[in-house]
């Protein structure tokens, strides 16, 4: 079987990681893939939204399923297109994808089925959202209704604060056309925390928990960014809180899906707030989040390719799903100045130097060829055995990803093994894997 995975980050190196494990693949790529996916699938040099490029290449070669990890090519209907040249895809249509792409489309559809959320009011006018602020009170929680790379949410906490960001969203265009309209909800207080599941169109099935650290910095200060870490499973779920979920949020959901005409396939990703009156939908993403898949896969005992053709097939209920009770961190090194400008082109030093039973996947890397003559990176000698060398090439880097028999185990593993890699300007949260709290 042929198997094509789209994207180049760290969610991707999780999920081609994991199908490399099954024994019904014969072939599998990934487009474009990064230094760390060259380990266990061929990358070819296609980008993730050249949607063209990857129908041609799906076409050309027989694919017979792809797997869609990032959130653009899905909103500019990658799955349509692959669908009509007879390709099985996992990853929702475009008519799906409006879940993420638009801010204000999710806000409609959990009101409209009575799913809990913030209250919120939306606006496309920059002087009619000025004379808006703080109708919630503060902090005030700014959205930009379309995508902005995990990053288009802002959480001034006064008034003077909030002009600064709203002149910034609509004024200067920060966030590009994607705030062309912006969100503004209602500040939630409790703890984040994430569930992936995976949705056909009559079933949807949750993953094993995780938390996500969003901040850049530790002790949830600074600006959002698109992930520096998780665990899994997240110690702020219970039996009952689950419960809850499950006839709050997830059956609703499907119920919505299925009077709305939205043939959901994939992965379905909600952010949630647990505050004191119950689970909250902070937002829907259509795809495996990042770096929460890097700490979810790990622990799946099933065969992901099983699970994928399921959902393709709309048999996701004839599917058992098995789990390890192995608790798994995931902290994330990211380039100095991230989530703002940042250099890329710093060497990597260290990977070898990991222990065997923790995972680094790559999220923003590239291999570069060694200079001539040159001496090793790795080992500062002169060496036959390296011809290249990896670079960093984003903002997020690399996800060290860990598994023990508790979480402080897993924790303890992750952090002594991020600490024998370098690269100049390296930064990640020293506090991941504790419960954080607004």
């Known amino acids: 079987m042929k198997v094509l995975v789209v994207g180049g980050g760290g969610r991707e190196h999780a999920i081609c990681w994991k199908l490399a494990q099954s024994p019904k693949i014969d072939e599998l790529y990934c487009a474009p893939g990064n230094a760390g ?24 070669e027989k694919i017979d399923l792809a797997v869609i990890g990032p959130e653009v ?10 669908q009509k040249r007879g390709v099985k895809v996992f990853g929702p249509d475009r008519n799906c994808s409006q879940l993420e792409a638009s801010k204000s489309f999710t806000k409609k559809f959990l009101a409209k089925h009575n799913i809990p959320t913030a209250g919120y009011k939306e606006f496309t006018d920059k002087d009619e959202l000025l004379k808006a602020v703080g109708i919630y009170g503060y ?107 499950k006839e709050q949020i997830l059956e609703p959901t499907l119920k919505g899906f299925q009077e709305d005409g939205l043939k959901f396939k994939g992965v379905l990703f909600i952010g949630l707030m647990i505050s004191e009156d119950g689970p909250k939908v902070i937002e ?5 989040g990042d770096p929460e898949t890097q700490s979810v896969l790990t622990r799946l005992d099933s065969d992901l390719l099983d699970i994928f053709m399921a959902v393709a097939d709309n048999r996701l209920a004839d599917v058992e799903i098995k789990w390890s009770d192995k608790k798994a961190v995931c ?23 990991v222990d065997d039973d923790v995972i680094v996947f790559h999220a923003g890397t590239k291999f570069a060829e060694m200079p001539e003559g040159s001496k090793c990176a790795e080992c500062a000698d002169d060496c036959d055995m390296k011809t290249s060398v990896i670079l960093t090439s984003g903002g997020r880097v690399l996800g060290v990803t860990a598994l ?23 930064q990640y949260r020293k506090d991941i894997g504790t419960i954080n709290r607004r």
């Open 37 to 60: 996916i060259a380990d266990v699938a061929v990358c070819v040099n296609i980008g993730a939204e050249d949607i063209e490029g990857i129908c041609g290449f799906a076409s050309a």
């Open 284 to 288: 829907f993403n259509n795809r495996f």
């Open 139 to 245: 902090p005030m929680v700014l959205k930009a209704d379309g995508l902005a790379a995990g990053k288009g949410v802002v959480i001034p906490e006064n008034e003077a604060d909030a002009v600064a960001a709203i002149e910034e969203m609509m004024g200067q265009k920060v966030f590009g056309s994607a705030a062309d309209k912006v969100v503004v909800e209602e500040f939630l207080t409790g703890i984040e925390a994430s569930m992936l599941c995976f949705v056909d169109e009559n079933t949807i099935i949750p993953m094993e928990s995780a938390q996500d650290y969003k901040r850049v910095f530790d002790g949830d200060k600074g600006p959002n960014t698109g992930g520096m870490g998780t665990y899994s499973p997240s110690l702020v779920f219970t039996p009952e809180l689950e419960t809850q979920i």
């Open 73 to 82: 090519p899905l909103a500019m209907g990658i799955t349509d297109e692959l």
């Open 331 to 353: 902290v994330v090194a990211a380039s100095g100045g991230y989530p703002g400008s940042y250099e890329k082109g710093k060497l990597i030093s260290g990977l070898d130097d």
């Open 404 to 426: 023990g028999d508790t979480h402080e185990e897993a924790r303890a593993k992750a952090y002594d093994n991020i600490a024998r890699i370098n690269f100049e300007g390296m």
